[in-house]
């Protein structure tokens, strides 16, 4: 089946046709709209961007499929519009050697709806302590490029400096979570009056600093490549700031909901809020807004967080960390960064796009709605109201109550379309799926 987009306005531009066939974008004259072997979709009113990339995700599987597995939230990241994602290493088993990497893999092959990447732990069992088999995975079928111990800091500045020198080898990136553990020892939500207020142990924004900055002198010192995770405070985008006019191979993403919310809503003590680094004030979020419409913020990425009923059913202080993040992303995106002004379109596919492709290595967007380019594409109706969550498995969703824009109306994945009119295709009805049969 061939794909025919007629009259839709790429990356917010003028309108233009856009056509896929055998798994990438050809020349839109060459099919005909009344074949029986064509979907035809009426472009107007959508705006076309690239398949969108999730840098940071955790999709759970193995070992805690009761929260999420990697179907489902391949799922969600289709409603989303994304066409991929990078699963993190915090699995059961860790994701800290060739075996697991390369079973995320394959559980991504056959779920069929995004290309899924792992990536793996920095050091064994995320312990901190010796480094993870990342030789191995490097070379494995998942060609692991990013690696991360997230939800724990590599904090000892040794093994730090390691990671850095030896994925500088074969151009991969470490992808830090960072946060200094003797500063954050039993935090909930940001230090300030409020954390004060509500009797919760607050979360410094220095303990975030302190490793951005030293990790940036170790990048400096090593010539690796080092990614920030979910970096959440001004002072955070000032230091990346300050590297990146030095040369500094940094770069940086900050959440959807790092660019919405504010610990403002933590005060009536619902965990849907409490998240790893927890929401800041309303001064870092606009400067984190405006970080990423002068490019010193990269990328967005969800930190996409599912987590079973039981882990936020619960009293504040004991609740998980995280939030839901794929299906409602580009919704965050427009109300946050496209609405005000900070980003158009085009920016959008930077951000959410062809950034984090570079960053994690990820071939095939590097020419974006190209002739001879994988025919990823997502077409957004801005006009829409988003129709809310519905396929992942969790329900940790921090925008319930949230007005958000847009609604993703088609996704498509190497020319096999997963959202239709926006309606998830069904397993069964998916007519190729990338890297399997037909």
């Known amino acids: 089946m061939s794909v025919l987009v007629t009259g839709v306005s790429v990356l917010g531009g003028p309108s233009a046709d856009l056509a896929v066939d055998g798994g990438v974008f050809v020349d839109p004259h060459t099919l005909d709209p009344a074949s029986g072997d064509v979907e035809h979709i009426d472009g107007a009113g959508l705006v076309a961007l690239p398949g969108l990339v999730d840098l940071h995700t955790h999709l759970r599987q193995p070992g805690m499929?009761?929260?999420?597995?990697?179907?489902?939230g391949s799922q969600a990241a289709a409603a989303g519009g994304f066409t991929a994602v990078f699963a993190m290493a915090n699995t059961q088993p860790v994701a800290d050697q060739v075996g697991v990497t390369d079973l995320v893999y394959r559980l991504g092959?056959?779920?069929?709806?995004?290309?899924?990447?792992?990536?793996?732990?920095?050091?064994?069992?995320?312990?901190?302590e010796e480094l993870a088999g990342i030789a191995g995975m490097a070379g494995g079928d998942a060609q692991v490029r990013v690696f991360s111990d997230d939800g724990h800091c590599v904090s000892?500045?040794?093994?730090?400096?390691?990671?850095?020198?030896?994925?500088?080898?074969?151009?991969?990136?470490?992808?830090?979570?960072?946060?200094?553990?003797?500063?954050?020892?039993?935090?909930?939500?940001?230090?300030?009056?409020?954390?004060?207020?509500?009797?919760?142990?607050?979360?410094?924004?220095?303990?975030?600093?302190?490793?951005?900055?030293?990790?940036?002198?170790?990048a400096q010192h090593t010539g690796g490549r080092l990614h920030i995770c979910h970096l959440s405070t001004a002072g955070s985008v000032e230091?990346?700031?300050?590297?990146?006019?030095?040369?500094?191979?940094?770069?940086?993403?900050?959440?959807?909901?790092?660019?919405?919310?504010?610990?403002?809503?933590?005060?009536?003590?619902?965990?849907?809020?409490?998240?790893?680094?927890p929401l800041r004030r309303h001064d870092d979020v606009q400067a984190l807004r405006e970080a990423v419409a002068d490019g010193t913020i990269d990328i967005v990425a969800t930190d996409h967080?599912?987590?079973?009923?039981?882990?936020?059913d619960c009293a504040f202080d004991e609740a998980a960390f995280g939030m839901l993040g794929l299906e409602t992303a580009l919704g965050v995106v427009q109300k946050a960064l496209v609405e005000p002004g900070h980003l158009d379109w085009a920016g959008v596919a930077r951000v959410l796009s062809t950034t984090p492709a570079a960053i994690g290595s990820l071939a095939g967007y590097d020419q974006p709605l190209a002739l001879g380019?994988?025919?990823?594409?997502?077409?957004?109706?801005?006009?829409?109201?988003?129709?809310?969550?519905?396929?992942?498995?969790?329900?940790?969703?921090?925008?319930?109550?949230?007005?958000?824009?847009?609604?993703?109306?088609?996704?498509?994945?190497?020319?096999?379309?997963?959202?239709?009119?926006?309606?998830?295709?069904?397993?069964?009805?998916?007519?190729r799926r990338p890297g399997g049969s037909e």
């Open 65 to 72: 499929e009761q929260a999420e597995t990697v179907l489902t």
């Open 109 to 128: 092959q056959e779920a069929g709806y995004v290309t899924v990447k792992p990536i793996g732990a920095v050091t064994k069992g995320l312990a901190g």
């Open 156 to 218: 000892d500045a040794q093994m730090m400096r390691r990671a850095l020198e030896y994925v500088s080898t074969f151009d991969g990136v470490i992808a830090q979570h960072a946060q200094e553990p003797r500063l954050t020892d039993g935090a909930q939500m940001n230090e300030g009056a409020l954390s004060s207020r509500l009797g919760l142990t607050g979360w410094p924004a220095v303990a975030e600093e302190a490793i951005i900055a030293r990790d940036i002198l170790l």
């Open 239 to 277: 230091i990346v700031r300050r590297a990146k006019a030095q040369g500094i191979a940094v770069t940086a993403e900050v959440t959807p909901h790092h660019l919405l919310l504010t610990e403002d809503l933590t005060a009536g003590y619902d965990p849907l809020y409490k998240v790893n680094p």
């Open 305 to 312: 967080a599912p987590h079973p009923t039981e882990s936020k």
């Open 373 to 431: 380019a994988p025919g990823h594409v997502v077409l957004v109706d801005p006009a829409a109201s988003h129709p809310g969550m519905r396929y992942t498995r969790a329900g940790n969703n921090p925008f319930i109550g949230v007005e958000l824009p847009g609604q993703v109306r088609w996704t498509v994945y190497g020319g096999v379309v997963t959202v239709r009119n926006g309606e998830l295709v069904a397993p069964s009805d998916l007519a």
